[in-house]
């Protein structure tokens, strides 16, 4: 199990590819988002941003946060929680059939004061198509357990 200093800044994982269907899309937007353009091709017809029916960028961030989890249950880190995402932006519509793939970097780290035997690892996390072209971005903080270092000193004694 991966504890806080088996991670460093600069560290990446790239995650996917795993395919946005169109039927997932359409339930998830009946359910969740139910948005026109979100529901249907027609419904998407003069829309000023999507040139035919778009998914929902809430199933695009669920499915990415899919991936961090799916990777760290292959890779398991010691998970004490994430309180939140933060500046999540869909960058560019994703639509039904697209491929997406996930980047993860450790952008900053820092052990709680705080809070003793944890750490906060800042991840930047970019979601990009088939084309390669970033659809989402966003900012994962995750409390890992950060065990306390010991220091050993060891004394030497002439005999």
Known sequence: MRTFDDFAVGDMVRMGPVTVGRIEAMEFARRYD???????DEG??????????AVSGWLVSAMMNRLVVEDMRANPVAIVGMPGAERLRWVRPVYPDDQLM???EVIAMRRLASWPGTGLIHQKVRARNQERKLVLTAL????VAAPERLTVMH?????
């Not at 829309?47 to 035919?52: E, L, S």
């Not at 994962?140 to 409390?143: A, D, G, N, V």
């Not at 004394?155 to 005999?159: E, L, P, Q």
């Open 34 to 40: 139910p948005q026109p353009y979100l529901l249907s």
């Open 44 to 53: 998407a017809e003069g829309h000023p941003i999507f040139a035919r029916m």
């Open 102 to 104: 996930l980047e993860a």
């Open 140 to 143: 994962f903080p995750w409390l």
């Open 155 to 159: 004394r030497m004694v002439d005999g």
